[in-house]
């Protein structure tokens, strides 16, 4: 079964922003009615006012303080 994006749940959503022009998105997603996981990603950025997407790849220590903070204080609600 292939992949449908209209199944998408998205249960929350943050970003981070990680310099002037861009920012690391985390959400929270349920695919068909299934548990909720992490997504981590991608960033966006814009450049010459055309909006880009990529991998989250490695994050920073700020980043990463972040998301923890995130996952600590939404834990319970969605994966408790």
Do not use: C
């Amino acid at each position: 079964m292939a992949y449908d994006d209209s199944k998408d749940n998205v249960l929350d959503a943050e970003s981070f922003p990680y310099s002037d022009t861009g920012q690391l998105n985390v959400s929270v997603i349920s695919y068909a009615g299934g548990p909720p996981k992490l997504q981590i990603g991608p960033r966006t950025y814009y450049k010459d006012d055309e909006l880009f997407h990529r991998k989250a790849g490695r994050l920073s220590r700020d980043e990463l303080q972040w998301i923890l903070g995130l996952v600590q204080g939404k834990w319970d609600n969605y994966f408790g």
